[in-house]
């Protein structure tokens, strides 16, 4: 059965600087990887999905990338901003056909 | 204009109640899914349905029961509610299930309903 660990659970940085979530993954057969960022009290918006026969997705200032064989992801944040704080959850389509989630990374931009 | 709306946004309650909660999705996706997050904020899956038909149903207490009159449509029903049913329920949507087609399976998320139960 997939599972998904994220590390760190909590990050703060200041204005600025770049940063790096992790997101490991067991299941090898991956079909996709979602990165995803929800704000408090709020619902969860989509950021990245990168398929399995990619290693990156980039969408402005974020950058995702895919290691099926060591079962890693990445997401990359550059120049981050205060209104980039909040949570991140990667998550991972695998063999079931299910999204199975981690429990999330709390970033905090200081201005 | 919302592309996947949950009703109600809170909901107190007392054990032993039943109560519903609904979701529509305006997105003309195929497959709905209703997950629950805990205090923990760990996000799991209860059940997900493609074109009305259950597809996934996770290990949940019988006590839940989703409808899903039509594609656009995917209601939660809850009966005899207890103190650890307490969470957040989030339903979502996507445009296919499972497919690997890319962006097909993108999730769009309501904004969550908040279950306190007393």
């Known amino acids: 059965k997939q599972e998904v660990t994220q590390i760190p659970a909590a990050l703060s940085v200041p204005e600025g600087e770049n940063l790096v979530l992790n997101c490991s993954f067991t299941?090898?057969?991956?079909?996709?990887l979602q990165w995803f960022r929800q704000d408090p009290g709020k619902g969860l918006t989509s950021l990245l999905l990168i398929q399995s026969s990619q290693r990156e997705q980039t969408s402005g200032r974020l950058n995702a990338s895919l290691d099926k064989s060591s079962g890693r992801s990445t997401l990359y944040i550059a120049a981050s901003q205060p209104g980039d704080s909040a949570t991140y959850l990667c998550?991972?389509?695998?063999?079931?056909?299910?999204?199975?989630f981690g429990s999330g990374t709390q970033l905090t931009v200081l201005p | 204009d919302t592309a996947v709306s949950q009703t109600p946004k809170y909901l107190v309650t007392q054990m032993g109640n039943d109560k519903s909660i609904k979701c529509e999705q305006n997105?003309?996706?195929?497959?709905m899914y209703w997950y629950k997050q805990d205090s923990k904020k760990f996000l799991k899956i209860m059940f997900s349905y493609n074109n009305k038909e259950l597809i996934i149903n996770e290990t949940v207490p019988n006590r839940f029961s989703p409808k899903s009159p039509d594609k656009a449509h995917l209601n939660l029903h809850i009966n005899s509610l207890e103190l650890g049913d307490s969470a957040v329920y989030f339903c979502a949507s996507s445009q296919d299930w499972g497919t690997g087609i890319s962006g097909a399976n993108v999730l769009t998320f309501g904004a969550g309903s908040r279950l306190t139960v007393l």
């Open positions: 299941d090898s057969a991956i079909y996709n």
């Open positions: 997105l003309g996706h195929d497959t």
């Open positions: 998550a991972g389509l695998g063999s079931a056909r299910q999204l199975t």
